[in-house]
């Protein structure tokens, strides 16, 4: 996404840079859009202020908040509702009677959920690393950072953009809307309510708006001045399809017809890696299907997920050793893809996609 320094400094309100800071270099890749995943998760605990501002600094073209709900209806960024796995809630006695089981998109879950804290209760929490045993080096970081609300998101995406002079933009992610409606915390209205009095609402900012859900973002189209992307499941269906009766499932959504329909509300589509380039069984690439033809056709950007470099996530093809923690070849997992014909990617190693570009440039 083309966006010059002047530009970027327009969109976010800056003052003009002061002298001593040299423009951002890092990032060549104008018509490539690099998401850092939950920020630079890769090297941080994700969803943090400082794994954020980590992918930015790599060059990330925007971050990815995935946003849940406080009690109190503040948008915070965590990956699902259950809170026990990213933060150090279970080491708060305080909470102990807050554990408990939900159905989670019809699946229970046990541990402690977002929305059963105020935003003070859960910001005397501290993030931790996911995947310990394949990120070992990032849990030096366990406990140390915060719970972000979406607000400071943005915020810091705006301090970014002054300093780095070009527009860091946000990618937010609405996650399980459906079981925040039932529960009378909807996710929407604090969204929009935060885009609009942040400036963002308007079709010029840099940000996308993403969801799983289809409802939701066919919704939002009506009060969102963003372009939309409909992130898509390599199996299964939306679980508001799913809770209506509705038979579609993600394969009719990727369909040449479904993709039309999204085109009706989206701009994108934010398919799984392996709906592009599917794997065997032995987990080696094969063909790549014709779904980034189709989505262009329907007039759709394709932005997939997840490219990161642990050998645990990569095809057999790329792989460096039987070691899952161990790093294989991301540089070339992403080259093959962008073959096929990808806009952008979602990547928790924003400087290898960000390396790739300028080495293939
Ligand atoms: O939003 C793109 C990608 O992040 C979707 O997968 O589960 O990592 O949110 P997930
Ligand atoms: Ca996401």
Known sequence: MAVTAATALALVGAAPATADRTPDTTTAHDDFTI????GASGYRPEHTLASYELAARMGADFIEPDLVTTKDGVLVARHEPEI?????????PEFADRKTTKSLDGVNVTGWFAEDFTLAELKTLRAKERIPDLRQQNTIYDGRYEVPTLQEVIDLAKRLSRELRREIGIYPETKHPTYFEKQGLALEPPLV???TRNGLNRPSAKVYVQSFEVTNLIELRRVLRVPLVQLTSASGAPFDFVAAGDPRTYADIVSPAGLRDVAKYAKGLGPEKS???PRDAAGF??????????????????????FRAENAFLPADFR?????SQYGDLFAEIAAFRAAGIDGLFTDNPD???????LAA
């Open 35 to 38: 998401v850092g995943h939950r």
């Open 84 to 92: 026990g796995g990213t933060t150090d809630v279970a080491d708060h």
């Open 193 to 195: 309510r935060t885009l």
């Open 275 to 277: 709906q592009i380039i």
């Open 285 to 306: 690439l094969t063909t790549p299907t014709t779904l980034v033809t189709d989505a262009h056709r329907a007039g759709l950007k394709v932005h997939p997920y997840t």
């Open 320 to 324: 460096s050793s039987a070691v899952p």
């Open 352 to 358: 290898v996609a960000v390396a790739q570009e300028q």
